[in-house]
């Protein structure tokens, strides 16, 4: 559509220059009337000629003269009007009009001034939830962090702080019974290794806990490589991955298995006694798929029925994502973990 360029005084005044030529020639012809009908009447063609053009001239200069100030009036109420509406589109909504008149030009300045008060009221409600939400991060971001604290406080307390009570005391024991009871000695040392390696575990999985939760920009697959890299210079478990390259994943998608993943690792570290993880992820038909086994001393699902803390986080982030979360494990057969998580194409 082509944008009408035409000047407004140029419009204004030939609107008006047709109107008095409208008119003059309805004087004209009306003057020809009354010359016809009244024949004896001293009415001549040059008078009605003469009257005609005064006439004319008389309506051009009047129209041009009301049409350039009608014009040069409206143009400086619309340009008035063009400057608020630029005013109010870089963000100055307490900005208003001073309006004086009550024909249409005033009624719409009157609705700018109110659009721009609702303009002005929205911004502060937006800036209020801002400040609300971040207000509310603060505090979210505060809470977790001391439900992290105290829940490593008890994995503390529960396991490694006993496990090194324990080192303790069969350490002072064997100090005392290496001259009097020398043939107990090994069962005791290997009593002593036992505990030492199970909480060396439990600290590694504690510091597993604290390494950082997001992928720091990385894609899912990357993250789960730095992730076996890192636990293959620590610990001597082996890892049997085959992670493939999973792209354009939504972002919590990716952060909850990568999660998912940190905990499955942690509860092997801690819980399992394996040398051998097997990490799987690959993508097939629109389905994310992740596998994670170990050759651990696995459990008896029956008779443990009261599923683990970090068992139920796992579960609950798959199924916060719309996934499929599977656990199968057997004494002594080690445990192995299923997740299948629909992936939309939008």
Do not use: W
């Not at 014009?71 to 009007?81: A, F, G, H, R, T």
């Not at 720091?216 to 636990?231: A, H, K």
């Not at 006694?273 to 097997?278: E, G, H, Q, R, V």
Request: charged share 25%; aromatic share 6%.
């Amino acid at each position: 559509m082509r944008k009408n360029s035409g000047n407004l005084t140029i419009k204004i005044v030939t609107n008006f220059l047709f109107v008095a030529i409208f008119i003059s020639i309805l004087f004209f012809v009306g003057a020809q009337v009354l010359l016809i009908t009244y024949k004896n009447q001293p009415f001549t063609m040059s008078l009605v000629l003469s009257l005609s053009a005064f006439v004319f001239l008389l309506s051009v200069i009047t129209s041009i003269y009301y049409g350039y100030r009608t014009s040069i009036d409206i143009k400086v109420k619309l340009q008035k009007m063009i400057t608020f509406t630029s005013s109010l589109r870089r963000g100055k909504f307490s900005d208003k009009m001073i309006v004086n008149e009550q024909d249409e030009l005033g009624i719409l300045a009157k609705e700018l001034n109110n659009l721009a008060t609702i303009l002005n009221e929205q911004l502060q409600s937006i800036q209020r939830l801002a400040d609300e939400k971040t207000s509310l991060r603060q505090q979210i971001h505060t809470a977790a962090v001391m439900e992290e604290r105290q829940r490593l406080a008890r994995e503390l307390h529960d396991s490694v702080s006993q496990q090194l009570f324990a080192l303790s005391m069969l350490s002072a024991a064997t100090e005392k019974i290496i001259d009097k009871k020398p043939e107990l000695v090994p069962l005791q040392m290997k009593q002593i290794t036992d505990i030492a390696a199970k909480a060396q575990g439990e600290m590694r999985a504690l510091l597993l806990h604290l390494r950082p939760i997001d992928l720091s920009g990385e894609t899912l697959s990357d993250g789960i490589l730095s992730l076996v890299r890192e636990l293959k210079g620590k610990t001597n478990l082996h890892f049997e991955a085959t992670i493939d390259e999973v792209n354009e994943l939504p972002k919590a998608v990716e952060e909850h298995l990568f999660r998912i993943v940190q905990e499955a690792i942690s509860n092997i570290l801690r819980h399992s006694n394996a040398d051998t993880i097997i990490l799987i992820l690959t993508e097939r038909n629109n389905t994310i798929y992740l596998h994670i086994g170990d050759n651990g001393v696995g459990f008896d699902m029956e008779e443990n029925k009261k599923i683990s803390y970090g068992l139920k986080t796992m579960r609950e982030r798959c199924e916060e994502i719309g996934g499929i979360f599977s656990i199968r494990s057997k004494q002594d057969k080690g445990t192995y973990i299923d997740i299948k998580v629909p992936i939309s194409q939008n």
